[in-house]
């Protein structure tokens, strides 16, 4: 990128310069060398966000609502005098590397608020169903005065603890119909889970999304809180009709009041800066690991001596690490 001073756009997110916010976000997700540099020192400059601000993760199956819901709750958020901002994770494809990135398009009425910004990005492959960079563009929106951040992941997968571990409180949300959900929701996602949500909650689906709510609740019991001081609750929604929609806010909130009464909410943040830590030390890793010239000029053999059989992954992956530490491995 080019013209992109960074104290010229912390000092546009602070006056709220949505337009600025927008280019910083694309600084921090650019991988050239040059604007990480820029990124960083733009990082600095706006510092961490208030301890105020409200990070929301939402996820759930393909096909819940997540999209619809976001939109219908981020709109009662603005009618109630919030700033919200949406960070919208498209799956990408593993083929071409693409993504469709509509999320945006089903969120018309956000799209149209000046109080809501919406930031839909690839999640390039990334585990968790979240972007690269999407702690660094929470830094950004809250430094931007946005005041709930919504983090939407790309579906329920075998890494939501990246989402979980990342924001104040993680809604999963359900679909009616109980009995098939409960099957198809892996443990771990609900230990995860501090509020529930069975969307869809109208029409024909209102008794099933009742009886959804019981089961679910049901479950709970039966599993350990992640914190003492909140015990997960499930709720029935719909972002069509907008029923449950305030509940559901004030549950969100009451989640996170718990947890600062206990002090666990500075606890929780404080060990997500670690864990961020560590996620960059173990990107920053593995670059300079493809970079090494050893391993570079060792990688695309050993991989098709691999595939072909003739050399076992575990000896082809020591004979990388090997090159990387700078000893001499021929075989």
């Known amino acids: ?19 600025q916010l927008a280019r910083a976000i694309t600084l921090v997700e650019s991988q050239r060398p040059a604007d990480q540099a820029l990124a960083q020192e733009l990082l600095d400059l706006v510092g961490p966000g208030p301890e ?13 609502g997540k999209s619809t819901l976001i939109d219908a709750l981020g709109a009662h958020l603005v009618e109630r005098g919030h700033r919200v901002a949406v960070l919208a994770v498209d799956p990408s494809s593993t083929l071409s590397g693409g993504s469709i990135l509509g999320d945006k398009s089903r969120m018309a009425r956000l799209a149209r608020s000046t109080d809501a910004f919406i930031r839909p990005s690839p999640s390039a492959a990334s585990l968790g169903g979240v972007a690269r960079r999407t702690r660094e563009t929470m830094q950004l929106v809250e430094a931007a005065g946005y005041d709930v951040v919504l983090v939407e992941t790309v ?15 993680f809604l999963v949300l359900l679909l ?28 024909d689906n209102a008794a099933r999304a009742r009886a959804a709510v019981s089961d679910h ?9 992640r914190d003492d ?37 500075a606890t929780r943040r404080a060990a997500q800066r670690v864990r961020w830590m560590w996620s960059l030390v173990e990107e920053g890793l593995m670059e ?40 001499q491995r021929l075989d």
Not at 2 to 8: L, Q
Not at 155 to 169: K, L, Y
Not at 180 to 199: F, S, Y
Not at 303 to 308: C, L, Q
Request: with cysteine; aromatic share 4%; charged share 20%.
């Open 176 to 203: 009616p119909g109980a009995g098939d959900e409960l099957q198809g929701i892996k443990k771990g996602i609900l230990e995860l889970a501090d509020v529930l949500a069975v969307n869809k909650c109208d029409g």
């Open 155 to 169: 579906g329920v997968g075998q890494s939501e603890v990246a989402v979980a571990g990342m924001v104040d409180t």
């Open 229 to 265: 001081a909140w015990a997960p609750r499930t709720l029935a929604v719909s972002a069509t009709t907008g029923e449950g929609l305030a509940l559901l806010w004030d549950t969100l909130v009451e989640h996170r009041a718990a947890l600062a009464r206990g002090g666990l909410l």
């Open 217 to 225: 609740s049901a479950a709970l019991r039966y599993l350990r809180p």
């Open 52 to 64: 105020s601000v409200h990070r929301i993760g939402i996820s759930g199956v393909p096909g819940v």
């Open 288 to 327: 300079r690991f493809r970079a090494h010239p050893g391993v570079a000029a060792r990688l695309q053999p050993l991989s098709e001596a691999v595939r072909a059989g003739t050399t076992a992954p575990a000896r082809a992956a020591e004979s990388l690490l090997a090159q990387f530490g700078g000893e």
């Open 1 to 19: 990128m080019t013209n992109s001073d960074p104290k010229t756009l912390a000092d546009a997110l602070r006056r709220g310069d949505r337009a």
